[in-house]
């Protein structure tokens, strides 16, 4: 796949890609083809904060992946700097991942994030930068900087639909459709407010494309360690239980801003509507993360991978993840194959905190069809014992579905987890394999 | 791929089956076609201690599987009762893996272990069980039961070299060539002594196959706790670094037999042989486990991934570990693609037990190539810094190797580990994904 197919009209780009929204108060976005993208695509995106009447809150999480790319390592400094307050602008750019590149790198960031606090008369550092595209090489600043320049000198900021489409569209690279969400609450005590995301991905990407990236930006007004708190918490459910090949990328990032212009208290973690905004939040970003694996290269099928009934979240998650990730449950998804004894072997080998929380005799796996059709349970595994008399038609038809879950049952607690994965296709090592040949 | 594709006499046949062969004194190898194959094909064999000189150790290493099939419970439950002494049968089948098939299944194991110490007169159980093939199907014990009789009482055991490759043949499954090895060893006493080996993968196989199964047997004495750590150390450095698809079985089983028939002292730990002998079981232990990679469903290219340098020996073990697993470094690696951002990503996502061991500004990355052209090695990465002007046609060259090596060096201390992987190619998908379809 080369720059040039993406974002083509695909059935996958009429299907997730909105086609109108609200927005939340307060925010600008803009965005240019600045040149770095040798097909001449948007690839500079720039996100303003325009609310005055509160200091915003930013939080972060961050690539685990010990080489961090310049932009990872610079947002680090600038929310430590900024204790998580007054932080007015996202900029992000795609085809150039700023990483493994150095001293000259971090500066480069610096620069991009300098040139909008200057725009924005802002004093300190207050911006910050995400990257996304190949490993290894310099950002060309000239590019980037006439870039940045075109959106605020043009004008380019809006805060209308077309404008979100296209912010999303320019954080892009091997995606096949642009990643944006956006939704209105209502919390319980009145009060409306509203959540737009955008995402790219999926999986590490040709030739040496890297990342998820994602945020998500509110208008209510949320303490910073309270938004940090529930963005942690979003992320282990959401970005974080995501498996497309299991590669975690230098770049991996996930910001989240809230600028208060919503007129209500501020959110703290002893609020009453703490534990609720959280839980909106989490579902809001489950869903910006489904995307990136519906969008999974080479993907056919999008596959919930629900564990229950777990003693502890920790291993529900661990189990979860193990068969997300296992390249034969996944080749099996492909080729429509009721294999649960790959299922059962990938729990087998999970690495658990407790070995309490899964004990065979009490594992339950079924297949469920997510279309509404019956029977939705198909078991394959009832208490440990394997069913003999499967219903191989049934069977066929579920796995036949573009959308199904498989349920894995551990009968020992009440804690659960889900992760969200796809199939392996020939697609994918087309893809990933013949960039060059 | 189905089992008539399986063994036919391919490049790969040829490359890596041996012709010819001595093999260790006092055993004795019988297999036969007992029908539970469906097509008619060897699925059964016995190896039997004949040496009466010497109480023989033995010593496994088993999956660590939370799944355990009912052949790997009881001959764990074997080696224990009989503190790893006077073991003088190993019995294998292929086509079913007896794995989930609860308390029947152990049955059905311990009946199998039980007709075999019948024929040779044990009073306590001295049999080793290793199976293989389908998840969740019992055991044909009528077709188990004649092949075992058929075995002994057509006195079919034998020692020459087609009594071997037949037994090689008998575990196989999905297997392409029959893995088989043995060679002399000379200790630095001058004690001649020979180890023979057999295997079978690669990878968990369609439709349901399981298990990396294996043996090796010796001649020499060796007490039976000094072998149960020099498998554990050879196993270590072999069978447990090696990576098809990341996917570990129910069934997964390494065993050892020392049988005592070479007249010389018994080996200890302490033993001024010990070391030798360890090292030497070690590297036959890679030659076999390499053959499994060789053998991997799909691969084209066989490749050694081999971090030096290291603080410590797991970390180097981890990191090669997690280069040779990734689906991204796998599909590069296929498509002939000079990708060391992957590569970097990979290193960069390991879980470390010290972050002490790896050190930006201290790596190395190189490709090495293993077939005597120059230059050998081709730098990617050195000190950390991305080699700008990478000799792309050399990389090429290199990369379309059907061998080559990744050299990691972390310059972090003096530990080094190896694994061995091959590519991710879209036969593998095919093998995997297409077997119903």
Request: glycine fraction near 8%.
């Amino acid at each position: 796949m080369r720059f040039s197919s993406v974002l083509k009209q695909s059935a996958k780009y009429a299907a997730h890609v909105p086609k109108s929204g609200v927005f939340p108060q307060g925010f600008q976005v803009g965005s240019v083809a600045s040149g770095v993208k040798k097909n001449g695509t948007l690839d500079l995106g720039i996100l303003v904060n325009t609310n005055k009447s509160y200091e915003s809150s930013a939080a972060s999480v961050f690539t685990t992946n010990k080489f961090k790319a310049a932009p990872v390592i610079l947002s680090q400094r600038v929310l430590e700097e900024k204790k998580g307050k007054g932080i007015n602008a996202i900029v992000v750019n795609s085809g150039c991942a700023n990483s493994v590149t150095g001293e000259i790198g971090l500066k480069d960031a610096s620069q991009m994030a300098k040139l909008i606090d200057e725009k924005l008369g802002a004093t300190s550092s207050s911006t910050l930068i995400m990257s996304t595209g190949v490993i290894g090489q310099r950002l060309q600043m000239d590019k980037i900087s006439k870039g940045i320049s075109k959106i605020f000198t043009d004008n380019s900021f809006g805060s209308d639909f077309n404008s979100w489409l296209n912010i999303a569209k320019s954080i892009c690279t091997t995606d096949t459709f642009p990643k944006l969400v956006t939704s209105n609450f209502t919390m319980n005590n009145g009060t409306q407010y509203t959540l737009t995301g955008m995402a790219k991905g999926a999986g590490m990407i040709c030739p040496n494309m890297a990342t998820l990236l994602g945020f998500i930006v509110t208008d209510l007004p949320i303490e910073s360690q309270a938004l940090s708190k529930m963005l942690r918490y979003a992320t282990d459910r959401s970005f974080n239980c995501i498996s497309v090949d299991g590669d975690m990328s230098t770049n991996d990032t996930i910001n989240m801003i809230a600028n208060g212009a919503v007129k209500t208290d501020e959110i703290t973690e002893d609020s009453p509507e703490f534990l609720q905004v959280r839980d909106q939040v989490t579902q809001f970003a489950q869903k910006l993360a489904q995307l990136v694996v519906r969008d999974g290269e080479g993907a056919t099928k999008f596959v919930t991978v629900k564990v229950q009934n777990s003693s502890t979240f920790a291993d529900a998650r661990t189990i979860a993840e193990s068969i997300s990730n296992s390249m034969l449950v996944k080749t099996a998804l492909y080729g429509k194959d009721a294999n649960w004894g790959r299922i059962l072997c990938a729990i087998g080998y999970a690495k658990l905190e407790t070995l309490d929380s899964l004990q065979t005799d009490k594992l339950n796996v079924s297949f469920i069809a997510t279309d509404n059709s019956e029977p939705r349970e198909l078991k394959l595994l009832v208490n440990g014992v394997p069913q003999l008399n499967i219903d191989e038609e049934r069977a066929s038809q579920i796995l036949a579905l573009p959308d199904l879950e498989v349920l894995v049952d551990l009968g020992t607690g009440n804690e659960e987890a889900q992760f969200w994965t796809c199939d392996l296709s020939h697609e994918y090592v087309t893809i990933n394999g013949d960039y060059r040949s």
